[in-house]
């Protein structure tokens, strides 16, 4: 597009567009303030200026580049020294809280001056790739002009399901049908839209305020109170993306400025997209906070659904991804995560590539240390968005069998605080972590819930996210190595085994650093328990800490032995079998106690124990009637006695009213119809009946029974710890006892990392009784390495 830029005299309506004859390219003539023209004519002399300067000096003296640390993330954490200022880009922030990390390799970071004369520019009409219909239109079935009181009453007189005062649609008469969009148009294309070229598409991009009529749509403010605290108490201490205290305060002025377009960041629609996100979020992890005690309230699943689109519409309307802030992001991954399922890798493996450019543009891979301009409390959020990215890429790794995308040589962000979000930025909190960090004071507990002195500064969302998030770096290591081609070396072996050791030890003192909750002990105080440590969220916390340990030997378990580990680590294979026992188990108690309920949104609902159950079936299917069996079989039969409608673990009690609902695509309750074949072929190997199964009252009774499992620790024997290890026997390993066993080499059933890449041929053969399970493992002396 062709643009003519005069000096607005006086008489002329400013803005006007005069379009040229020519029937291809349309000029267009805006006209602008003349002080406004002499200011940019002036930073354009600046910068070309500078331009000329910087080609006549040395490049050695102007433009060096500082070199680049590449911090050891082995052991990320608070007790790291600060990253060293980074000269190599700068975090640039604009209008409507944009900001954008200009690297010295991005054309933009050639001069500050192309930034302030962006931002003069920034006023006038630009094209985007969407219509102007897309931002005033009310989409997927949304009414703009309902009416709460008519849609309660009508809710209460109708079978139909109405959403009140969320805003769902309402029929407009007997028989009316409800206009319905294409999911196309609510969640965008997967290709790249045509660039439009019609004048009536042109919207201004740069900020965009509140939509008066996106707002009518939202819950009223009295269920969205009871969302949010749903979302703080049981989405926030697993995923933690915001700062708790500034969020309640920016959400309270939210509601007083509702309808004031010009109410400062609060009234831009990426804090609304935020706000949804955060609601759909806690509709799903608290399903009770949707009806608030309110007479025909949705149900909660139409509830989370119709706010999902809520915030993807918001999305869109803020302009994301294309003019990104930390607030939509935020809700970008909110959106694309909570209903994530691990059976179907493939369907959110698309995002992670979005979401890690926003990232990179939004500067979250350098750590806040180098930005002067940010503050404590914005320091530790972005730390905390960046390492969930990151952490949700080693989820879908694992399950997609794809390796990690996240390069660690690109970032340089420490790990997150254990602070109470409170202490965030005091001089009492930055006391302590320099302590710590220092080695002069070790790591303080928390503070038992029940007592009546809470002086400790360290939270249970700290201390549990820290230490998944430490698992998840072990892990994803792990995964990068199994995706290398070629065997696996010595070095690489003897490392991997001592890391799940290190993690181990490391997972097991910040056990030691929550409470023990005593379930017999059912009394609290109200003002003891907040949403930083209260005595489920302490149990959950010691669980699944507990939990990562035994994650890192299911998911390598397959692909280490497909080396030749008989020397190097002779205890790996009935150390894997004890993992997965042990990890159902917890599992199982996850799904099962219904002190969990506000977590089990994550905890079975986007995470499944698929490679321990796979492990322990394939063992049951090679070594029937070993010592292992007993226990594996028991239990893989209480998991699959808690599986739900429709596929996998579900959390909730023993009726239909009290449980969750796990809806799988076709894809992902394939997964679990050969689990359920290979059990019942597994079974028959045994000699035993395969219609003998528990029932979900037992498996339930029988999980609230158990105590809290313990964490099995590797004891360091073998060569790599200074000891002797027995002489391996060829085509297996040695346990404990000194007896060989079989060990799956992987290769036979498709040499898949993860349940969702195996390779049902295979399986389908030996269902059918073609095909005979032989999982030997392949060891030549002669060549130890593989090589």
């Known amino acids: 597009m062709l643009i003519f830029i005069t000096a607005e005299t006086p008489g002329e309506v400013s803005g006007q567009c005069r379009h040229s004859s020519n029937t291809e390219e349309h000029p267009n003539d805006v006209r602008i303030p003349t002080a406004r023209l002499e200011t940019m004519e002036a930073r354009i002399a600046a910068l070309s200026d500078m331009v000329h300067v910087l080609q006549t000096q040395t490049s050695s003296g102007v433009a060096s580049s500082a070199a680049r640390s590449t911090t050891d993330l082995s052991g990320a954490n608070v007790n790291e020294p600060d990253p060293a200022p980074d000269s190599s880009g700068h975090l640039s922030r604009q209008e409507g809280g944009r900001m954008r990390y200009v690297d010295q390799t991005y054309w933009a970071s050639m001069c500050q001056e192309v930034s302030e004369l962006d931002g003069l520019l920034s006023g006038q009409a630009r094209y985007v790739l969407h219509s102007a219909t897309d931002v005033s ?44 969009r294409s999911h196309q148009q609510l969640t965008g294309d997967i290709v790249s839209q045509p660039l439009v070229s019609l004048a009536a598409a042109q919207v201004t991009t740069r900020t965009v ?24 108490h049981g989405y926030h201490p697993i995923v933690p993306m915001i700062h708790v205290p500034t969020f309640r305060h920016r959400y309270e002025e939210f509601w007083r400025t509702r309808n004031d377009v010009n109410a400062g960041e609060t009234a831009s629609m990426s804090f609304a997209a935020l706000l949804v996100a955060i609601l759909y979020a806690g509709s799903v992890a608290c399903p009770l906070a949707v009806s608030s005690g309110a007479i025909g309230a949705p149900e909660p699943d139409e509830a989370a659904t119709h706010l999902q689109k809520l915030a993807t519409r918001a999305l869109r309307l803020s302009n994301f991804p294309r003019t990104p802030t930390l607030d939509s992001f935020r809700a970008y991954l909110i959106c694309q995560t909570t209903w994530a399922r691990e059976e179907e890798p493939l369907s959110c493996v698309a995002f992670v590539g979005v979401a890690l450019r926003v990232a990179t543009m939004l500067g979250l891979h350098k750590d806040p240390s180098h930005f002067p301009s940010v503050n404590a409390i914005e320091a530790e959020v972005r730390r905390r968005v960046w390492w969930h990215l990151v952490h949700i890429d080693v989820l879908v790794a694992a399950a997609s069998g794809l390796p990690p995308m996240v390069d660690l040589d690109c970032w340089d962000v420490r790990g997150i605080s254990e602070l109470k979000e409170e202490h965030f930025g005091t001089s009492a909190g930055r006391t302590y972590e320099e302590l710590v960090k220092t080695r002069k004071r070790p790591h303080d507990g928390i503070a038992d819930p029940r007592g009546s002195v809470h002086n400790s500064l360290i939270s249970t969302i700290g201390v549990l996210v820290a230490g998944k998030l430490r698992a998840s770096l072990v892990l994803r290591r792990t995964l990068t190595r199994l995706s290398t081609r070629g065997a696996l070396t010595t070095a690489e072996l003897v490392a991997m085994r001592s890391e799940f050791r290190l993690l181990s030890e490391d997972l097991a ?30 149990r959950w916390a010691r669980l699944l800490l507990s939990a990562y340990v035994d994650v890192q030997y299911c998911t390598a378990y397959h692909g280490v032995l497909k080396a030749p580990v008989s020397e190097i680590w002779p205890e790996l294979y009935p150390q894997a079998i004890e993992h997965c026992q042990s990890f159902l188990t917890k599992c199982a108690q996850m799904a099962s106690i219904s002190d969990f309920s506000n977590f089990q949104w994550s905890w079975p609902g986007q995470r499944q124990p698929l490679h321990a159950i796979m492990i322990l079936l394939i063992d049951l299917l090679q070594n029937p009637h070993n010592a292992r069996a007993v226990a594996s079989r028991k239990a893989l039969d209480i998991c699959f ?5 429709h596929g996998g673990l579900v959390g909730g009690g023993t009726g239909p009213e009290t449980t969750m609902k796990r809806p799988l695509t076709e894809g992902g309750q394939e997964a679990w119809v050969y689990f359920r074949r290979l059990r019942t072929k597994a079974w028959q190997n045994a000699g035993l009946d395969a219609e003998i199964v528990w029932t979900r009252e037992q498996a339930v009774r029988y999980c609230n029974q158990q105590g809290e499992p313990e964490i099995v620790v590797d004891d360091g024997a073998g060569p790599m710890w200074g000891q002797s290890s027995p002489t391996p026997a060829i085509g297996g ?29 295979y399986l389908d053969a030996v269902l059918e009784g073609n095909r005979h399970v032989d999982l030997e493992f392949d060891f030549d002396p002669d060549n130890p390495a593989g090589g």
């Open 137 to 180: 239109d009310q989409e997927d079935d949304i009414d703009p002009e309902f009416d709460e009181d008519s849609v309660a009453a009508q809710r209460r007189n109708d079978a139909g399901r109405l959403l009140s005062d969320l805003g769902q649609p309402t029929t407009r008469g007997a028989g009316a049908s409800v206009p319905t």
């Open 209 to 232: 305020a509140r939509n008066p009529e996106f707002l009518r749509q939202l819950p009223s403010k009295r269920r969205c109170d009871a969302l949010l605290e749903g979302y703080i």
């Open 509 to 538: 003192a910040r056990i030691a650093r929550i409470p023990e909750p005593d379930p017999a002990d059912a009394w609290q105080s109200a003002t003891d328990s907040t949403y930083e440590n209260n005595l489920a969220l302490n």
């Open 641 to 645: 006695a808690l599986c739900g409608p």
């Open 733 to 761: 390993v040695f346990d404990r006892s000194g007896a060989p066993q079989a060990v799956p080499s992987g290769e036979e059933y498709g040499g898949a990392m993860s349940p969702p890449s195996i390779d049902w041929t």
